[in-house]
């Protein structure tokens, strides 16, 4: 995820009560919720010149033709396919609007286990500011539709669930996040997440 996991890991345990697992020996960690998995955290796969962002990765059950199709309908690979530990393989890519994604291929049935709870992933927007190109390119390389969203900056945008929005971002704030506008934070090291408040 960015440069500073240790410090990112102290952050978003006290902010969601993440624990982390270590898997491998690259500095990645599993994080979980109640101990069901909500996501991966550790070092930028494709360098700290990226900087610190939270990356969305789409399934792909064949990794290597989802970023064949990618690249072929415009996108710049800049990580052709890795393995993640014993869990998987990924890729990473800029799509031709800008939005940097991911593409993953899991070794198991499971992936991202607790969805739509607090705590957990409650999905992921896109940003674009072509939002229907956007929507043709996923559609031709993952086969299924999505909705982008207008906006100035191309970019996905991961929200997770909290069960009181303002008292989620006064706990943001005192803990270092800025908020940035309504349900939309940065943590200390400027990587940009969403919040959104589950009945």
């Not at 990924?90 to 049935?109: I, K, S, T, Y």
């Not at 674009?128 to 031709?140: I, M, V």
């Amino acid at each position: 995820m960015g440069v500073d996991p240790t410090g990112a890991r102290e952050f978003y345990a006290a902010l969601f009560g993440w624990r982390f697992r270590p898997e491998g020996d690259r500095g990645y960690h599993l994080i979980l919720r109640d101990g069901e998995i909500v996501g991966g955290l550790g070092p930028a796969p494709a360098g700290p010149r990226f900087g610190t962002a939270w990356s969305v990765y789409l399934a792909a059950k064949d990794l290597d033709a989802a970023r064949d199709r990618a690249a072929a309908h415009g996108a710049r690979v800049l990580v052709p396919g890795v393995p993640a530990g014993g869990n998987g393989r990924l890729a990473l890519a800029v799509d031709p609007a800008g939005a940097p994604f991911g593409l993953w291929q899991g070794a198991h049935e499971e992936g991202v286990v607790l969805v739509d709870e607090p705590g957990a992933l409650s999905g992921a927007v896109l940003h674009s500011p072509r939002p229907a190109a956007s929507e043709d390119f996923y559609r031709a390389v993952c086969g299924t539709s999505i909705t982008a969203q207008q906006g100035a900056e191309a970019r996905w945008l991961p929200r997770f669930g909290v069960t009181d929005g303002a008292a989620f971002e006064e706990r943001a704030r005192a803990a270092g996040a800025t908020v940035r506008g309504p349900g939309l934070l940065s943590d200390p090291w400027g990587a940009v997440f969403g919040h959104l408040e589950l009945p």
